[in-house]
């Protein structure tokens, strides 16, 4: 496998509606910011590989087709990948991929969702006949599997509250966010409107408008850009089906032998001290516990412990920070999420995440899931080439 | 890209209308077929797994996540998706493969576009400001694609119609999954009827749900199951500019460059196989790729005689991918393409080992 | 062009209407035909060493991802695997929030399928919960699954944790 390297990261300004530019003008800035950002122009890349959640969010069947001219396609390669809300992270992936093949040296990927375009719950629900329409969406989906972690684990009831607060604080210091909220409290948050019990209202994702981009480049012009190189050390996807019986909903196998097959390729046998940070994609406060679980940095029922300890917190101190940049409870353009998560963890690893860095980060974990919870993509990043 | 190998390639029936089977049911029977084979099982006993679908072929968002079910994969797997033709799920798994990371990989890709009413839904692939709520469906702009080449005196309508011909007989002589074959005559397709002017019904392909699947793998990993099987020596796929006024619609320039790239010229093409949903851009895709009589082109009839929207361009390497296991042939080209007019195409090289 | 060009357009709109033509599938189509006649009906691929029931069957055995060839007849009670409570409204629905959608495995399958629950304290609904079947009047059966209105708790004992989605047609008290 030939080695790659982040070179460039682009993202925009996240919002419940970006009014002020089309689809096409959204990717094009996530990317312009990108190659700014490697010191590239259009003619330096060689293909691009982009990614979505479903298409029925905007109503823009394959959109590629639609983007080719707003991304400097017109004679390159071009790729779609679709894995559900994984997608940020497996189209990293699959635009890594093409490098580290060593059939291409520079790559740019790019994901978007411009929820304002379209009404997202009904994308992700849209009555189909024979089945009861229970109005339930992504939150109702997974509040059961939520309720099951908590009967498992005996987490104590604020574990929620204290992610949503955590993340939002966070947050407040990475200016690109769709929620701002500074002075956020455990109150506030549990006054906030139940909506699937055990899930309050400030306690899930927005649904926002955003586009995120990477630069990717082989070893050889990895150093070109006015960047320090981020190296990719591991990446993995894994795939379950929806329902099978006997499926762990709480803790997936899919989810455990994905961050096994990463963590294998980066050399880490302890994450939580081998890893200076992760950005996992959290779109539900209880998720924090469940994936600390999953991605093998806390013993199974423990997860809550880290949480409640502060250990993931950034302005307690932790050890092991979890979503920095405010995570997907504080921006959620669905399709690029996972990509945010991913580049995130590569801004903290080259150490310009501004208010939100990690002091001295040199190794993070990038994670992406969807469907129901059965895709996942994950990343590891250093700045150590091996 | 390293050569990789074909080893394994089955396809459904096209039909108008599968109503009876949901995606899962379309899926299962393919790919039971393509691993069986070789031997496998299902999708544990490859390194890979990837596919090509679009949800709004069947009005369904995540059409792809029940294609999950159809794979055996519990334990699970390494897997992935893309919302094009399968062909470039292969393509994602040739690199996947080419990076060391799997030695083989399932293709599969399935469309059931009969839910829908095809060429409007995909008036909705176009520009979401400017050009889709005008509604163009994708039938009027290969039409004004034709014009051109009528206009410019590049092609007749003879031509065209004797492309219909060649394609009925040829998936009569040769392929037991046609939707459309038959014997008929130039002057007897002449005598029809303009539908969406110049085109007539019959220059544009069939509306098909169906599926298809292959099994693909380095070559020594080939070796070791012991069955023949076909080398793609060369791949590549090139995007064109959306604004079709900014097109040259004569000739297919990405095309073009796709088949330099993958090195179609580096010898004789004795079949070619070209995913043309109108009989024009069969014309102009042989054009682009550099074919002359010599070739044999769609032996399968192509997808005038069958179209499995997202998985018709997987098929058609497959079929030739057939011809060299079968031993008919050394080297052959086949190509996907995806988008209004052609917007963009992928070519492959396949060779004999 | 005037000179003032305007307000800056922020949107359009331009509604997609589609007209598909749904159909169920096979395996699907065997289930509803039960549904229709007041029946829960799973299905399972008698020649796959894990014999797992799904329902409503999607047709295949996810786990092994070959089809599911057999009919395996479930009954009306089925076990809370999880469940939520929902404040948000169902539009064109009677059932006010907040109200609990669940998770439940019927008595002799190994999956659970979304239905709501109602004729119960929220407050009290709990894993491991017995609850039954409430069917429409049959004169509205139709080939859907609201042909149940929804699942109420039954006066039965907890099924334990390890046991739910392992119930068999028999019922849980049949087999203590």
Redesign the interface.
Same mark, same amino acid.
């Given at each position: 496998?030939?080695y790659a390297a982040v070179t460039g990261i682009g993202q925009t300004q996240y919002k419940a509606r970006r009014g002020d530019v089309?689809?096409a003008g959204l990717v094009h800035e996530a990317a312009r910011n990108a190659l700014d950002d490697a010191g590239l122009d259009w003619n330096d890349i060689e293909a691009?590989i982009i990614g979505k959640a479903?298409?029925?969010f905007?109503?823009?069947?394959?959109p590629?087709?639609?983007? #080719?001219?707003a991304l400097g396609?017109?004679?390159?390669?071009?790729?779609?990948?679709? /894995?559900?809300g994984s997608v940020g992270g497996?189209t990293a992936l699959?635009a890594a991929?093409?490098v580290?093949?060593? #059939?291409f040296r520079r790559v740019l990927t790019v994901t978007f969702e411009k929820q304002s375009?379209s009404n997202a719950m009904w994308?992700?629900s849209?009555p189909?006949p024979f089945s009861p329409h229970l109005n339930a969406g992504a939150g109702g989906y997974f509040a059961p599997i939520m309720r099951e972690y908590i009967r498992r684990s005996g987490a104590p009831r604020d574990t929620g509250i204290k992610v949503a607060v955590k993340d939002r604080l966070h947050g407040a210091r990475n200016p690109l966010n769709h929620l701002q909220m500074p002075d956020i409290s455990m109150q506030e948050v549990e006054d906030s409107p139940m909506l699937w019990d055990p899930i309050r209202f400030l306690e899930s994702c927005p649904s926002s408008d955003g586009a995120c981009a990477m630069v990717i480049a082989d070893e050889g012009l990895a150093n070109d850009g006015p960047r320090p190189p981020v190296w990719i050390r591991g990446g993995?996807?894994?795939?379950?089906? /929806?329902m099978?019986a006997g499926?762990d909903e709480v803790n997936?196998?899919?989810g455990r032998?994905?961050v096994a097959d990463v963590y294998a390729q980066a050399g880490i046998d302890n994450p939580r001290k081998q890893l200076d940070c992760a950005e996992v994609y959290v779109p539900f406060s209880w998720y924090e516990p469940m994936w600390l679980e999953n991605l093998g940095f806390a013993e199974e029922g423990e997860g809550w412990r880290l949480t409640m300890e502060g250990a993931t917190s950034l302005d307690e101190g932790g050890d092991i920070p979890w979503n920095c940049s405010g995570g997907v409870l504080c921006s959620n353009p669905i399709g690029a999420s996972g990509m945010i998560r991913f580049a995130e963890a590569a801004r903290q690893v080259r150490g310009d995440a501004g208010e939100h860095q990690v002091d001295g980060a040199r190794t993070a974990l990038g994670h992406a899931y969807g469907?129901?919870a059965?895709?996942y993509a994950m990343w590891v990043v250093s700045t150590d080439k091996s | +890209?390293?050569d990789i190998a074909v080893v394994s390639f089955a396809q459904s029936d096209c039909r108008r209308d599968a109503?009876?089977?949901?995606?899962?049911?379309l899926i299962?029977p393919v790919?039971?077929q393509a691993l069986q084979e070789v031997g496998l099982r299902?999708?544990q006993d490859v390194d890979f797994?990837c596919s090509g679908s679009?949800?709004?072929q069947?009005?369904?968002?995540?059409a792809?996540?029940?294609g999950?079910?159809? *794979?055996?994969?519990?334990?699970?797997?390494? $897997? &992935?998706?893309?919302? +094009?033709d399968a062909a470039?799920a292969l393509? $994602?798994s040739? *690199?996947?493969i080419? +990076?060391?990371?799997a030695e083989s990989a399932l293709i599969y890709g399935f469309g059931k576009s &009969?839910?829908?009413?095809l060429p409007?839904?995909?008036s909705?692939? *176009?520009?979401?400001?400017y050009l889709?709520?005008l509604w163009v469906d994708s039938v009027s702009l290969a039409a004004l694609q034709a014009r051109v080449l009528l206009d410019r005196g590049i092609i007749s309508e003879q031509d065209m119609a004797a492309v219909v011909s060649r394609s009925r007989a040829n998936a009569k002589a040769n392929n037991p999954h046609a939707q459309l074959a038959g014997d008929v005559s130039v002057e007897e397709l002449l005598a029809e009827a303009e539908w969406v002017a110049p085109l007539r019904k019959h220059d544009c392909c069939p509306i098909s749900d169906g599926a298809s699947a292959m099994v693909i793998a380095t070559v020594e990993r080939a070796r070791s199951w012991g069955r023949p099987f076909a080398v793609i020596k060369g791949i590549?796929?090139? +995007?064109?500019?959306?604004?079709i006024g900014a097109r040259d619609l004569a000739r297919s320039? &990405?095309t073009e *460059?796709a088949a330099e790239k993958a090195g179609v010229a580096n010898g004789a093409v004795e079949v070619a196989e070209l995913y043309a949903p109108f009989s024009h851009q069969e014309i102009i895709l042989s054009r682009a790729l550099g074919l002359d009589d010599s070739t044999e082109i769609n032996p399968s009839g192509g997808v005038l005689a069958g179209n499995l929207m997202m998985a018709s361009g997987l098929s058609r390497i497959g079929e030739v991918a057939r011809h060299i296991m079968n031993g008919d042939i050394r080297r052959g080209v086949a190509h996907a393409t &995806?988008?209004?007019c052609l917007?963009?195409n992928l070519v492959a090289v396949l060779e004999a080992a | 062009m005037s000179e003032d060009a305007g307000e800056h357009i922020t949107a359009?709109e331009?509604p997609?209407y589609?007209?598909?033509?749904?159909?169920?599938?096979?395996?699907?189509?065997r289930f509803l035909q039960q549904v229709r006649q007041g029946k829960l009906v799973g299905q399972r691929r008698p020649e796959c060493d894990c014999g797992n029931v799904y329902v409503p069957a999607?047709?295949?055995c996810?786990?092994?991802?070959?089809?599911t060839t057999e009919e395996v007849e479930l009954g009306d009670k089925a076990t809370v695997q999880s469940f939520t409570i929902v404040w948000i409204p169902i539009p064109n629905n009677p059932i006010q929030p907040p109200y609990i959608v669940a998770n439940l495995v019927p008595d002799g399958a190994n999956i659970s399928f979304i239905h709501l629950m109602s004729e119960c304290d929220n407050d009290s609904v709990h894993i491991g919960q017995r609850v039954e079947a409430v069917w429409k009047p049959e004169e509205e059966w139709d080939y859907a699954m609201d042909n149940i209105r929804y699942f109420r708790p039954l006066d039965e004992p907890d099924v334990p944790i390890e046991m739910i989605g392992k119930v068999p047609l028999a019922g849980w008290e049949g087999e203590a």
């Open positions: 496998m030939q089309s689809i691009v479903p298409d029925m905007e109503g823009v069947i394959m590629e087709i639609y983007l #080719a001219d396609c017109d004679g390159k390669p071009m790729l779609r990948v679709h /894995t559900a497996s699959v991929s093409h580290q093949s060593g #059939a375009e994308a992700l849209n189909q993995a996807m894994r795939s379950e089906p /929806t099978y499926r997936p196998q899919a032998d994905c469907g129901g059965q895709f | +890209m390293k109503g009876a089977c949901n995606e899962v049911e299962m790919i039971e299902n999708s797994t679009c949800d709004y069947q009005g369904a968002a995540f792809f996540v029940m999950v079910d159809a *794979l055996g994969a519990v334990p699970p797997i390494k $897997e &992935s998706h893309v919302e +094009m470039w393509y $994602e040739m *690199l996947k080419t +990076m060391g990371q &009969s839910p829908g009413e409007t839904v995909l909705q692939q *176009l520009d979401p400001y889709a709520p590549d796929h090139r +995007m064109e500019s959306h604004n320039a &990405s *460059l &995806s988008g209004p917007q963009h | 359009i331009t997609v589609l007209k598909y033509n749904f159909t169920a599938g096979q395996a699907t189509t999607r047709g295949s996810a786990a092994c991802g070959l089809p």
